[in-house]
């Protein structure tokens, strides 16, 4: 109940004890007075009326004595006139009932006013002849009696309205304030760290409000510091402390957690070699070789600024890794112009300092141990070719398209004859139940061999074909919850479809078809999309809530900003679990603590992606994840 309400019970307690204490108290005086003006009335009715009589020649004419009496009885509230003669032979009498009509009988029970008699004697000169006897009936007392008592409860209510409305008036404008705070405690507990400009006047108020902002304000800070610690851990373990690039833990962790999303028709991976160390440290010194270095650092970011979806690093002393999303050809091009930037800027010649590049295709790879033995393959071979040389390895292994116009054949064939189908992974929260089933979609090469979604959807999305895909995905769902499979089930939307014209029109195709199933469908997006196009992940977000079903992101980067998630807020994220088991094995896991503490300040379930091996699981499962997801729990199966 609120203030007001309560407020409001009690006034309208006192305004009733009031009015009863008024009302019987005036009845009480009323009926007393009344009592004594009605005796008073009556007697002096019947000492005019037999004062008259006295005065006709004969009391006993009784035609005379109903006029006289017709006249006086009509004229007020009498309901009984007798005259009797002192030998008690009755003269005349007239009786009349009386209602009290318009007042109701509880008033009348209540108050009780009885009949009032008034008795006269009628003289013949100094002999009494007659005696005369009036009645009279109390409804008109009642009847005034009564219209009082309406009366003052017509004002009492009016008086009880416009207090109850000044009350109100009155609270709302000295409650103002609490309302606010009321609305910033949620904001608060929603994880908006809200600000009351305006204070208010009373003291005790503005005592709370400035109490409020501060707790806000201290709060903020506190996420906030977590929310940098969790992004200085993370620089701190994927960073290299010389040339500010990433490291080889990051690397690692990238292929180990990700090899699915980063393996495409179209990306390749290099490993780069800066020959001539070990002889600057010799003849120049470790400063000459470390300026080096962190020459071809700054040549690398450079060569790339244009590329923000490339990623690389240093993995070891004289060694860096470049991951391309781009073809072969433009790939080639672009390492020999790096060749080229970091010739124009090294002072040494080719036989003290050089560069190799060892360059595979990642369709070609079956996992990331087999990549990267063809890569320091190539690199081997590319460094028996002489100075700023690379090489590629033998033909790709997946029998894949080459050019756009075959892409688009094998698209039309493939959509037409039905190719594509479903695959699905389980994941699972701490206890071993289903929280939920990652669908994938898939097509077998010439061979038979499944090619993964994120080899051949970047094409399908430049090529216009993404939202038949995603439609014919559409498709295939309906059976997928209509067997033997577990629900809820998640639908991944890519970067590139997410940027696209048409991600709200299918989306929306997705979320009719199970309008009427709410909660079995999660709808997620990769980190790329949230910190590309953060906007229409929010909105996409609240679309999806709006059907009842669950939103979340997908391998996420703890450098995007916890504000942007805390916007989009998804019911889940997935991160890496080789950054989570890194994060976790600092000797205080301080890192991990942070992240762990904003995820549950805003409400966010966390989930491991890329458990593969038991080791991993249990100790994510002594660091307390809500679930996982990972080969080792459970390989991807074709469902449909």
């Not at 610690?229 to 690397?251: I, K, P």
């Amino acid at each position: 109940m609120t203030l007001f309400r309560q407020i409001a019970v009690l006034v309208s307690i006192g305004f009733v004890l009031l009015l009863a204490i008024i009302s019987i108290d005036s009845l009480r005086q009323s009926t007393s007075l009344l009592r004594e003006q009605l005796e008073s009335t009556v007697q002096d009715a019947a000492t005019v009326l037999a004062i008259s009589m006295s005065t006709t020649q004969n009391s006993e004419d009784t035609a005379a004595v109903e006029t006289l009496f017709n006249a006086v009885f009509d004229s007020g509230y009498y309901s009984d006139i007798r005259l009797v003669a002192t030998d008690g032979r009755l003269i005349f009498e007239k009786r009349r009932p009386l209602t009290t009509s318009g007042v109701p009988e509880w008033f009348v029970d209540t108050v009780r006013l009885n009949s009032t008699t008034g008795r006269a004697m009628v003289m013949k000169g100094w002999v009494p002849v007659a005696e005369l006897e009036i009645t009279l009936h109390p409804g008109f007392a009642y009847a005034g009696l009564y219209e009082r008592l309406v009366s003052t409860t017509q004002w009492f209510v009016l008086v009880f309205v416009v207090v109850l409305l000044t009350l109100w008036l009155i609270l709302h404008y000295l409650l103002k304030p609490l309302k606010a705070v009321y609305i910033q405690a949620n904001d608060i507990q929603a994880n908006r760290f809200t600000q009351q400009k305006r204070l208010p006047k009373t003291r005790e108020l503005r005592r709370v409000v400035q109490a409020m902002n501060r707790l806000s304000s201290n709060v903020e800070q506190i996420f906030n510091e977590q929310e940098r610690a969790v992004a200085r851990y993370q620089s701190l373990l994927y960073r290299d402390e010389l040339t500010g690039l990433r490291n080889r833990r990051f690397l690692m962790t990238e292929l180990n957690a990700n090899f699915a999303d980063i393996v495409g028709f179209h990306s390749v991976m290099a490993m780069i070699k800066l020959n001539g160390l070990e002889t600057l440290r010799e003849d120049f010194g470790y400063q000459r070789a470390d300026e080096i270095v962190q020459l071809f650092a700054v040549c690398l970011k450079d060569s790339f600024a244009e590329y923000p979806h490339y990623k690389y690093a240093r993995i070891s002393d004289d060694e860096f890794a470049l991951i391309m999303p781009t073809e072969r050809e433009l790939a080639t091009t672009l390492i020999s112009r790096l060749f080229e930037r970091f010739q124009a800027r090294c002072h040494f010649n080719q036989d003290v300092v050089s560069l190799n590049a060892g360059v595979a295709e990642l369709s070609r790879a079956d996992g990331v141990t087999e990549l990267l033995s063809e890569l320091d393959l190539s690199l081997s071979q590319a460094q028996s070719l002489g100075a700023y040389q690379l090489c590629f390895p033998g033909e790709q292994h997946l029998s894949l398209p080459q050019g756009k116009l075959q892409w688009r054949n094998w698209f039309q064939h493939a959509l037409s004859s039905n190719q594509f189908y479903l695959v699905s992974q389980l994941v699972y929260d701490t206890s071993g139940a289903v929280m939920h089933r990652e669908i994938f979609v898939r097509i077998d090469d010439e061979e038979g061999r499944p090619i993964p979604a994120a080899v051949f959807m970047p094409m399908a999305l430049s090529l216009g074909f993404g939202l038949e895909i995603y439609r014919k995905v559409n498709e295939l769902l309906p059976a997928v919850t209509a067997g033997k499979y577990i629900v809820p089930f998640a639908v991944n939307f890519s970067d590139l479809f997410i940027s696209g014209a048409h991600a709200f029109e299918e989306l929306n195709q997705m979320l009719e078809l199970f309008q009427k199933s709410p909660g079995t469908l999660c709808v997620e997006v990769s980190h790329e999309a949230v910190r590309s196009h953060p906007e229409r992940c929010q909105q996409l977000a609240d679309t999806v809530k709006q059907y009842g079903h669950s939103f979340g992101v997908d391998h996420l980067d703890l450098h995007i900003s916890m504000h942007t998630l805390q916007a989009i807020n998804p019911e889940y994220v997935k991160i890496s679990a080789r950054l989570l088991d890194d994060l976790g094995a600092e000797s205080d896991a301080s890192a991990y603590q942070a992240l762990r503490n904003v995820v549950r300040t805003l409400d966010i379930e966390l989930i491991a992606v890329g458990v593969d091996e038991k080791a991993l699981r249990d100790r994510l499962l002594l660091m307390g994840v809500d679930g996982m997801q990972g080969n080792y729990l459970g390989k991807p199966e074709r469902i449909i």
